[in-house]
Nanobody
């Protein structure tokens, strides 16, 4: 049973930092690319960051390059998103995602609100 559980979302001020976590269950985590998406109200869900399996290559949306870092701890079956220099436009629900066994799996999401 695949399950993804996000945590770490919060209300922060512009310029602040936050670390999101996604705990993964039910599949061989270390062998799969993991993704972070986000969805703001009234907008489509967008890919924020991606990290591959063994070689841990990363990709980022242009809007977050230089500010966000995705990482993973395979021993803990957890993927992280370290967010710095947060902006109001980063406000969204952030989702963890994996494509496994021909299916896209999603967590429940964690709310990040950046506001003064």
């Amino acid at each position: 049973q695949v399950q993804l559980v996000e945590s770490g979302g919060d209300l922060v001020q512009p310029g602040g930092s936050l670390r999101l976590s996604c705990a993964a269950y039910g599949f061989p985590f270390s062998r799969y690319t993991m993704n972070w998406y986000r969805q703001a109200p009234g907008k489509e869900r967008e890919l924020v960051a991606r990290i591959t399996s063994f070689d841990e290559r990363t990709n980022y949306a242009d809007s977050v390059k230089g500010r966000f870092i995705i990482s993973r701890n395979n021993a803990k079956n957890t993927v992280y998103l370290q967010m710095t220099s947060l902006k109001p436009e980063d406000t969204a629900v952030y989702y963890c995602n994996v494509w496994y066994g021909s299916v896209d799996y999603w967590g429940q999401g964690t709310q990040v609100t950046v506001s003064s």
